[in-house]
């Protein structure tokens, strides 16, 4: 029995988006679909107008998770799509246009408290944080959870399609450093993770690059470039489900979602090791409508609307009374959750804000070469 079978019947907000017409990213939706919207006007419970507009990756929310929150609390929430941790930044680095909860990776979180871009959190008005794992709690990008709610963890690896390739991918070379998949391959867009898990292949920390590192990350991948059919924002699973590509660096929920699509995709972690990531929960300053972002987090953060969220999604959950009530294809899956031995050479980036701008110039040149 296929490790997914479980799971199989949720139709992927993938098939939803592209019956739309809306893969594009910039779309909003909002929770009142299915005619099920409540009567407009007045206030929120929060005392606020029953508003809040949130700002999230693509394939990253539970398929009812917006409805059963207005159903909750009577909030209307207006969601956008962002495709990449550098869009967003961009989006709100001139102030904030109106977003109340955004969904920024652990490294740019710590790049957007140097920018005096999130607010604090009221950790009072977050009760179910009490769901939240010890080892999400205290995190170095931020310590005691201050400006953010743990969301997801996550790592970056090869998925592929086992039909197409020459046995496992199990090193980054077959991305980075190799022709003989020449035009099958999608490589991320975002300049630190490619820089980081280049230098992972060549031996170093993500933690570790230097200048000098750089100049020979960026010579590599300018050879390199020929053979990469795609720098993709957000939907390398997409290229490789539609057989756009057999290889592609993506993340572990992402390639989770269609193998539960389809039996030819697999997902292998680097014998190198990888970056670990955790998108968070923040309120970005500026936000129109902050007690109704902390409610909103708060519910996300319940155990109930977390599981529907987890099995949706099919990322690995920080919230252990949301993985408690999932099933053991998920719990069990080593997919979602790498095994020990795996993670133990995988590692968190630390934002570098000397090293942000040379990762950035160096990337843009990659892809002009």
Request: charged content about 25%.
């Amino acid at each position: 029995m296929n490790s997914f079978d479980s799971i199989r019947k949720r139709i992927g907000r993938r098939s939803l988006l592209q019956g739309l017409g809306a893969a594009a990213i910039g779309i909003t939706f909002t929770g009142a679909l299915a005619g099920c919207e409540k009567k407009e006007g007045g206030k929120a419970s929060t005392g606020e107008e029953p508003k809040l507009n949130f700002y999230n990756w693509d394939t990253y929310i539970g398929e009812t998770t917006l409805d059963d929150f207005k159903d909750t609390s009577g909030i209307d929430v207006n969601m956008s799509l962002f495709a990449t941790n550098d869009e967003l930044f961009a989006k709100l680095r001139a102030g904030n246009p109106g977003f109340d909860v955004i969904v920024p990776s652990n490294d740019f979180v710590e790049r957007m408290v140097q920018a005096d871009m999130l607010m604090p959190l009221d950790h009072a008005k977050i009760p179910n944080i009490a769901n939240i794992g010890a080892d999400f709690k205290d995190v170095a990008y931020d310590p005691g959870c201050k400006f953010s709610m743990p969301y997801t963890w996550l790592t970056l690896g090869i998925g592929y399609r086992k039909s197409k390739v020459d046995g496992v991918p199990d090193s980054w070379k077959w991305l980075f450093d190799s022709d003989k998949y020449k035009g099958r391959i999608a490589v991320l867009s975002e300049a630190g993770d490619m820089f980081r898990l280049s230098a992972k292949y060549l031996g170093h920390s993500v933690n570790g690059v230097t200048p000098e590192l750089v100049q020979q990350i960026e010579a590599m991948l300018i050879k390199q470039k020929p053979n990469i059919k795609a720098f993709h924002e957000d939907n390398g699973q997409d290229l490789l489900l539609s057989g756009e590509v057999d290889l592609v660096l993506e993340y572990n929920g992402d390639i989770a979602q269609i193998m539960a699509e389809d039996d030819d995709i697999d997902f292998v972690l680097p014998k190198e090791g990888s970056q670990l990531n955790s998108d968070t929960l923040c309120i970005p300053k500026g936000a129109p409508h902050p007690l109704n972002a902390h409610a909103f987090i708060n519910y996300l953060l319940d155990a109930e609307a977390g599981k529907k969220i987890s099995e949706y999604i099919l990322y690995p959950t920080p919230n252990e009374a949301a993985k408690a009530l999932m099933p053991d294809d998920y719990k069990n899956n080593p997919v979602i959750f790498p095994p020990a031995e795996a993670l133990a050479k995988c590692e968190y980036a630390a934002y570098d804000g000397k090293m942000q701008p040379i990762f950035e110039e160096a990337f843009t040149r990659v892809r002009a070469a």
